[in-house]
């Protein structure tokens, strides 16, 4: 069994920044990568960015330039920079880890972006 446990989420100004983390427990050995997805009311959920366990990111191109992946191998977390947030970043945010024949889900974080 996988747990993710998300943190960092909240109300921020246009153009201001947070930082979202996910911490990965459990058997995680086999994890292959793990991405961030947000949803915005009334909207389908969508990938926003992903790393490997290589550490190779992609990013969707409304967050290119503006978000940054990053990991930290030993605390199994991963965290997600965001910059110069719009009011179009506003959703719930969630973390994902992929396996091999499982995807487990954190149970999402709000973030509020006020113009």
């Known amino acids: 069994q996988v747990q993710l446990v998300e943190s960092g989420g909240g109300l921020v100004q246009a153009g201001g920044s947070l930082r979202l983390s996910c911490a990965a427990s459990?058997?995680?050995?086999?994890?292959?990568?793990m991405q961030w997805y947000r949803q915005a009311p009334g909207k389908q959920r969508e990938l926003v960015a992903t790393?490997?366990?290589?550490?190779?990111?992609t990013y969707a191109d409304a967050v290119k330039d503006r978000f940054t992946l990053s990991r930290d191998s030993a605390k199994n977390t991963v965290y997600l920079q965001m910059n110069s947030l719009t009011p179009e970043d506003t959703a719930v945010y969630y973390c994902?880890?992929?396996?091999?024949?499982?995807?487990?889900w954190g149970q999402g974080t709000q973030v509020t972006v006020s113009s």
């Open positions: 994902s880890a992929l396996f091999p024949r499982a995807k487990y």
């Open positions: 459990g058997s995680i050995s086999s994890l292959r990568s």
């Open positions: 790393i490997t366990t290589g550490g190779t990111t």
